[in-house]
């Protein structure tokens, strides 16, 4: 089985401890992924605002690095719902791009998706005694249609006390550009999110998208909330590290 | 008709908390009970499937289905008058008005009618016009328009409809929803017995029948469509069905969709006016059927669609950027993600084309909608279409080009970020960006922004790997050592 990592712009760029994370837990799962360097990004930032001919140029990237692998695997919902949702629209154009494209959809999947359904894990053997709130991402869920998995894989979790989330369903104000250039509303709906992430009195707050837990962090941040946000993959792999300091709070 | 751009509009109404308050308890409210109630119901995905089944089929055929009810309401009696636009449609129902030398016209809420501006047009002619559901009573006293499409008052708090119903001559009002709503069944009680002509809109027009079906709570519409004598009848073009027994399927979809209601109050089916020897109807019924850019979807694969919307407004209920700025934000008759989308369709050109960029593309409309119209999808698309018009900002599609110039290639992606990490140390502080000034001001004011990373994860990818090939794989922690994926497979 060759399994490609997709690790999206902002992972690289940003948060390079997640892809590393993901790749670390995958290898003690007995997976080893690699990492084809022609990848750069799902090209969303250009296809939401409408410039289709941009986002197809930059999309062709993982088209062209993906050709050779079995399956990919991918810390976001949100870029895999794009290729998921949308690449079947946007190669429409001609056919051999329109059946690359095709091929990438089927093998494709998003990070607790892949854990869950390919390698059929839902105990990953982790211990992680916090107080967790799980943020469901919106593209992951409503666009890939992944639910329940990340939970499966939390609940799971040795000493993890998981609390709903009040109106987890909401967006948290993120939408990619969206978050600047309708500045003000954005930050109202992520203002609300922090809001009810508090009530929860979670330490930590989980998720599986970069894009919301950058955002809700962000805005946390600015606060001085002590609320530590991680990645599903970052909360695995350190839950199966026996030495991992406990240093859930800061 | 708006004067600002979305952002703006949406600016000033994240600034009323009032509104905030109204629109997040109510909507709150009507989210629970549709929750609720088609859970108890069940198998709601088959029935949005059979309700959208059903909506593709009408709209694929709208021709066929419209020329059906069309003659059918003629044979029954009734007018049928095609309006090609606005102006037509207002004409038509003017006419009708001045023939019957009407003085006052009482209405039933009708979003159609909001959409032609009747209630201006009439009153240009000098006839008075009176808004007779609830919702649509308060916010005329308050000389506004709707900002939810079936809770036209949804922004408004208890205490100011006390204060607008006691300037309206109500004496000793309190907030009690009795006491309110008293007053208002007081004064409009006489006003139906005195009024030349009833206007309502229609929920479904059923083909094989000519059959107006309307679906109202509070029984103004059967009064407004009885005792005047003259009943008019103001419906877009696309709101067709083909028979009675897809009408069961929307019994069920409509008011658990709108109001989380099992089902409505009142479903009220109207053939042609009353006929010799009947008790009660009009005499004379006239139907207006809307076009106004509606067919100039039909055969458009991207937005055909919206055609199918049945205005139950479910997807205004769940919309988080909704519930932030309520319905007036949205500068149309139109508001939520169903508005976002119908009004740039139905008015191109670009008053409206900043719409579509008030939504985060969270689905949540999609996920709502009971005929599973793709809003979300049609919101992107309708980006698609304003940039080929070239409605979109100059420095956007240079934004756009340079995104692409750097992401379409490894290497430049690669060094980009390379030169972004040395140009950040001039603004990062405490790893995060916390100046409120730049271009990306509209994320930092609230939000700290993230740094590059030391090391992009490319960057150290030739280490992870050559480190996790020539290590042995970790022994599994926790679990007597045995690898992870052994215990989580054994424990399946």
Redesign the interface.
């Known amino acids: 089985m060759k399994v490609a990592l997709f690790v999206t712009c902002l992972v690289d760029s940003l948060y390079p401890q997640v892809g590393e994370a993901m790749v670390r837990l995958l290898h003690r799962l007995g997976v080893d992924v690699d990492f084809p360097e022609q990848q750069t990004c799902c090209g969303q930032p250009a296809f939401n605002s409408g410039y289709w001919d941009d986002a197809r140029e930059v999309a062709r990237t993982l088209l062209d690095a993906f050709d050779p692998y079995d399956y990919v695997v991918s810390p976001s919902g949100s870029c895999c719902g794009m290729i998921y949702h949308y690449y079947p629209d946007l190669f429409a154009g001609d056919a051999e791009s329109r059946r690359r494209a095709a091929a990438l959809t089927e093998k494709t999947y998003e990070f607790s998706q892949f854990l869950v359904r390919v390698l059929e894990v839902s105990d990953v053997g982790a211990s992680f005694p916090a107080r967790a709130t799980y943020h469901p991402s919106c593209h992951g869920s409503r666009l890939l249609g992944v639910r329940d998995e990340p939970l499966e894989l939390l609940r799971h979790v040795r000493g993890l006390e998981l609390v709903p989330l009040p109106y987890a369903a909401d967006c948290c104000g993120f939408g990619g550009t969206f978050a600047v250039k309708m500045g003000e509303l954005s930050s109202a709906m992520v203002e609300d999110k922090v809001r009810h992430v508090e009530e929860t009195q979670a330490q930590v707050l989980v998720g599986t998208d970069m894009g919301c837990l950058m955002n809700i962090g962000g805005r946390m941040a600015r606060e001085g909330r002590r609320v530590r946000v991680m990645h599903l993959a970052q909360l695995l792999y350190e839950g199966t590290q026996a030495q991992h300091r406990r240093e859930i709070v800061g | 008709m708006s004067q600002t751009g ?2 703006e509009r ?2 000033s109404a ?1 600034q009323d908390p009032l509104l905030q308050q109204a629109v997040q308890f109510t909507t709150d409210r009507l989210r629970t009970r549709k929750a609720n109630v088609t859970e108890t119901f069940g198998r709601w995905q088959e029935w949005r499937d059979r309700g959208r089944d059903i909506r593709a089929h009408t709209i694929a055929h709208l021709d066929f289905y419209l020329q059906q009810f069309a003659d059918n309401v003629r044979s029954a009696g009734g007018h049928v008058h095609f309006a090609a636009d606005a102006e037509e449609a207002a004409q038509a129902i003017v006419d009708i008005a001045k023939k019957r030398r009407a003085k006052l016209v009482v209405k039933s809420k009708s979003m159609v009618s909001e959409e032609i501006h009747l209630n201006r047009h009439l009153e240009d002619e000098g006839i008075q016009v009176v808004e007779t559901d609830l919702g649509e009573y308060i916010i005329q006293l308050a000389g506004e328009t709707p900002s939810h499409i079936i809770i036209p008052s949804i922004h408004k708090t208890r205490e100011q409809i006390r204060e607008l119903f006691t300037k309206a001559g109500g004496e000793n009002l309190t907030t009690d929803t009795k006491a309110l709503t008293g007053f208002a069944r007081r004064t409009l009680r006489t006003l139906f017995q005195s009024a030349d002509i009833g206007v309502t809109g229609c929920n479904f027009g059923i083909a094989e029948s000519g059959t107006v079906v309307l679906f109202t709570n509070e029984g103004n519409a059967d009064m407004v469509a009885n005792l005047p004598r003259t009943h008019v009848v103001i419906m877009g073009m696309e709101r067709i069905l083909p028979s009675f027994a897809d009408l069961e399927v929307f019994s069920h979809l409509l008011p658990k969709s709108a109001t989380g209601q099992n089902v409505i109050t009142y479903m009220s089916c109207f053939t042609g006016p009353r006929r010799d020897g009947e008790a009660d109807g009009a005499r004379e019924l006239h139907v207006v059927i809307l076009d106004n850019g509606r067919s100039r979807q039909l055969g458009d694969a991207d937005f055909q669609d919206i055609l199918h919307c049945i205005r139950c407004g479910a997807c205004l209920n769940v919309c ?2 909704y ?3 309520g319905g007036h934000a949205y500068g149309s008759v139109y508001p939520g993600p169903v508005g976002a989308v119908l009004t740039p369709l139905l008015n191109p050109g670009p008053e409206y084309a900043d719409l579509p ?8 409309c ?2 709502a909608c009971p005929v599973q119209i793709p809003l ?1 999808d049609m919101l ?1 698309k ?7 018009q070239g409605l ?1 900002k100059r420095g ?2 240079a934004a ?2 340079g ?2 110039l750097v ?4 290497g430049r ?1 690669r060094a980009i ?1 390379r030169s ?1 990490r040395l140009g950040q140390v001039l603004v990062a502080r405490h790893g ?1 960006i ?1 100046a409120r000034i730049g ?5 930092t ?9 030391k ?4 960057e ?2 030739p280490g ?2 050559q480190e ?1 090939r020539q290590g042995n ?2 022994p ?4 007597e050592g045995a ?3 052994e ?3 054994n ?2």
């Open positions: 979305i952002r949406a600016k994240l988080p950027v519930r932030q700025i960029y008030a939504s985060s593309l969270c689905g949540a999609f996920e979300h992107v309708l980006r698609r279409r304003h940039v080929a979109a956007e599609r756009s080009r995104f692409r992401f379409a290639r490894a992606y970020i972004g995060g916390d271009p990306l001001r509209g994320w004011q609230t939000r700290r922004a993230p740094v590059l990373a090391r992009s994860f490319r150290g990818w992870l790997r996790l794989r970790p599994a922690t926790g679990t690898p992870a994926h215990t989580a497979v424990k399946e």
